[in-house]
Nanobody, 117 residues
Framework: QVQFVESGGDLVRPGGSLRLSCAAS????????MGWYRQAPGNERELVAY???????SYRDSVAGRFTVSGDYAGNTMFLQMNSLKPEDTGVYYC???????????WGQGTLVTVSS
């Protein structure tokens, strides 16, 4: 069973930065096709960014220019560098395959990012 473990979330003030990490255990497909999701309170889970191809990242418009995805293409580790954080970035961040295959790709616990002054 593939497991995703996210870490790095914290409480940060607007304008601050955080670096999230994702470790995929048991995943053999590499990080291409993996991405970051988030779920804000009261909202649906949304895709933030994902690795379409090696070195080619697709970003949600609201985070483009502020967030950067990177990772170990030879392994199963992915990162999300978040700069110039805004309160609307608050939420639980998850990593998973893109798209998620219902019944096959299990969600991890996520890591909470809170942007507040």
């Amino acid at each position: 069973q593939v497991q995703f473990v996210e870490s790095g979330g914290d409480l940060v003030r607007p304008g601050g930065s955080l670096r999230l990490s994702c470790a995929a255990s048991g995943y053999t497909g590499g990080i291409i096709g993996m991405g970051w999701y988030r779920q804000a309170p009261g909202n649906e889970r949304e895709l933030v960014a994902y690795i379409k191809e090696r070195g080619h990242i697709s970003y949600r418009d609201s985070v483009a220019g502020r967030f950067t995805v990177s990772g170990d293409y030879a392994g199963n580790t992915m990162f999300l560098q978040m700069n110039s954080l805004k309160p609307e970035d608050t939420g639980v961040y998850y990593c998973n395959r893109v798209p998620v295959r219902d019944g096959l790709d299990k969600w991890g616990q996520g890591t909470l990012v809170t942007v507040s002054s």
